[in-house]
C-alpha cells in the first residue's frame, strides 16, 4: 500500500518559518503530482500547492503565493517552505498524491496529516 507520512508541523509566531516533508513509501507506479492541503476546524480542506512529479511544474493557492515553496527533495519525499507565517495559515496540513487521470478534487492518497499553528 503506498503510504505518505508527514512531519515537520509545530507551533511558530507570526513571521516564522516552517518546513514541512512527506515521504512516499510503497508503490508509486503511475504516480503524476504530489501536493499539500490544509484544514482548519469547521472548515474543507483547501488546496495549498502542487508539483508536477516528473516535469516539476509548481501551483500555488493565492493565498501563499511568495510565502511557500514546494519542492522534491529526493525521489521520494516533498517538502513544504513555509515563511512569513500568518495566523491564518494554521490547520492541519496533508500530504497528497493522484495518479494519472485524476484530479485534486479527488487525490489517490492522503498522509496523516500534521498540525501548523502560527500565534498572533
Known amino acids: 500500500q503506498v503510504q505518505l507520512v508527514e512531519s515537520g508541523g509545530g507551533l511558530v509566531q507570526a513571521g516564522g518559518s516552517l518546513r514541512l516533508s512527506c515521504v512516499v513509501s510503497g508503490p508509486t507506479a503511475n504516480r503524476a503530482a504530489m501536493a499539500w492541503f490544509r484544514q482548519a476546524p469547521g472548515k474543507e480542506r483547501e488546496f495549498v500547492a502542487s508539483i508536477s512529479w516528473t516535469v516539476g511544474g509548481t501551483a500555488y493557492a493565492d493565498s501563499v503565493k511568495g510565502r511557500f515553496t514546494i519542492s522534491r527533495n529526493n525521489a521520494n519525499t516533498v517538502t513544504l517552505q513555509m515563511t512569513s507565517l500568518k495566523p491564518e495559515d494554521t490547520g492541519v496540513y496533508y500530504c497528497?498524491?493522484?495518479?494519472?487521470?485524476?484530479?485534486?478534487?479527488?487525490?489517490?492518497?492522503w498522509g496523516q496529516g500534521t498540525q501548523v499553528t502560527v500565534s498572533a
Open positions: 497528497a498524491g493522484r495518479q494519472y487521470g485524476t484530479t485534486w478534487s479527488r487525490p489517490d492518497y
